[in-house]
């Protein structure tokens, strides 16, 4: 019975992958025999990953900032101190200053 979305028969052999170097998809065979199995599982075992350093790196990165507390919570608590007891600062060059940075790295 053909399928109806792409219309083959799961019995027609599939064309080789793009950039799969000679291995071939195996069509889905009930009843096959396990030395075909064995071989497919065998092609498979060589297969291998290996990442670059910068790769490595941003591992690490990733790691170290899933670890790092969401807030700061004595940061936090000092502002909160200072705005409370109106020893606050805002220095509105500075504002404007890391506004207009963030601003030209979106370009």
């Known amino acids: 019975m053909p399928d109806k979305i792409s219309g083959y028969k799961a019995t027609q052999p599939l064309a080789p992958l793009k950039g799969a ?6 069509a889905d065979q009930s009843g096959s025999d ?3 199995t064995a071989s497919v599982a065998a092609s ?6 290996t990442l670059t350093d910068s790769a490595r790196s941003l591992q690490k990165i990733e790691e170290a900032i899933a ?5 700061d919570t004595a940061k936090v608590a000092t502002i909160k101190q200072a705005v409370s007891s109106g020893t606050y600062q805002i220095d ?6 890391k506004l207009m940075q963030f601003e030209r790295g979106l370009k």
């Open 21 to 26: 170097k000679g291995i071939a998809p195996v």
């Open 34 to 36: 396990t030395s075909s």
């Open 44 to 49: 498979q075992a060589s297969d291998h990953v």
């Open 67 to 71: 670890k790092a507390p969401v807030v």
């Open 92 to 97: 509105s060059g500075r504002v404007a200053d």
